[in-house]
């Protein structure tokens, strides 16, 4: 493979993680922050990038952005309520506001499930005009998507520094030693939620303007890719406490996944199998840590095995 190619399927990756990310530093929040299990994620990303799709076909891309982080808020909202206010397990509401979606996401587009944008202005349209006759004139995509990144990356950082952020972190560290604070865990918990879907909901917002196309299943198995790459990072800073390289490994643990999905399409792999891919992937994660724990016991036992199998000098 010729270095040209691998720079631009290193491009790819790097763009298509970079947009994942944002759905990655949501599940970080929800899943490693809040320890809620959120499977709306699908939805609420289908969700995002169906309302920024219209906002910005009727000619307002740079509102679709807040838009869909709002549409994203709502619908976190809804899996809070669902949890804390009506008793529904996480994984119950997180499913059950999933399915809503997918009706409220046709009704939305007026029962089309794609809505091409070809001829529409987006974002990324006015980056590459800004960008014109300078060095950067073809990294427009990449520019736009890296800012958003390091904007979610700040925040993050600063908002779980403060009172509030700190309250969420502890909620879902113990929800009962919040309560005896006197701090109401139902409305931490819906805080949280409603900033993580609002991620996911500009993560499906961006992706659907760099692809000039929205489609209502261009979030089906997002939750799955989050998650693993959510996992990916965490091999990578696994024991680092500081919250600066935990998301920044999240961001990375988004385009290594990308980089194996996109290696595996450059090696003719069919797309059927990508799931798969991404299955094995958070298998690997999964067990990774477990095997890593048993690894010197494993060895201790084959040395033994290999010590028992070996004839005593004075039995010869």
């Not at 261009?218 to 091999?235: D, F, H, N, P």
């Not at 298998?283 to 036992?301: C, V």
Request: aromatic share 8%.
């Amino acid at each position: 493979m010729s270095p040209d190619k691998l720079l631009s399927l290193g491009q790819t990756a790097l763009e298509l993680g970079l947009v994942n990310a944002l759905t990655v530093l949501a599940l970080f929040l929800s899943y490693s922050m809040l320890n809620v299990c959120d499977l709306s994620t699908d939805g609420c990303f289908t969700l995002g990038a169906a309302v920024g799709a219209l906002v910005a076909i009727s000619g307002h891309p740079w509102l679709s952005i807040p838009a869909a982080m709002l549409a994203g808020s709502v619908s976190g909202f809804v899996t809070a309520t669902l949890q804390m206010r009506m008793g529904v397990q996480s994984l119950l509401a997180g499913i059950v506001v999933n399915t809503g979606l997918y009706s409220l996401n046709m009704a939305l587009t007026g029962n089309k499930a794609t809505l091409p944008m070809n001829k529409t202005p987006t974002v990324f349209v006015f980056m590459k005009n800004a960008l014109k006759d300078t060095p950067f004139a073809g990294q427009s995509a990449l520019i736009v998507m890296l800012i958003a990144v390091v904007l979610a990356v700040l925040f993050l950082c600063f908002f779980l520094r403060t009172k509030l952020g700190l309250a969420i972190r502890a909620t879902g560290s113990n929800a009962d030693m919040v309560r005896s604070s006197s701090i109401n865990p139902a409305f931490t918990t819906t805080v949280g939620l409603c900033v993580s879907n609002a991620f996911t909901a500009l993560s499906g917002c961006l992706m659907a303007q760099q692809q000039k196309n929205y489609e209502v299943n261009m979030g089906s198995g997002m939750v799955t890719v989050a998650l693993a790459s959510l996992l990916i990072g965490g091999v990578i800073f696994g024991k680092d406490k500081r919250m600066t390289l935990r998301l920044v490994g999240a961001v990375i643990g988004a385009f290594l996944f990308r980089l194996v999905y996109t290696l595996a399409l450059r090696f003719n792999m069919p797309a059927f199998m990508l799931k798969a891919v991404s299955s094995v992937i958070v298998i690997i994660a999964l067990s990774g840590s477990y095997f890593k724990d048993q690894l010197p016991f494993i060895l201790k036992r084959l040395g033994l095995r290999g010590k028992e199998g070996t004839p005593d000098a004075s039995a010869r």
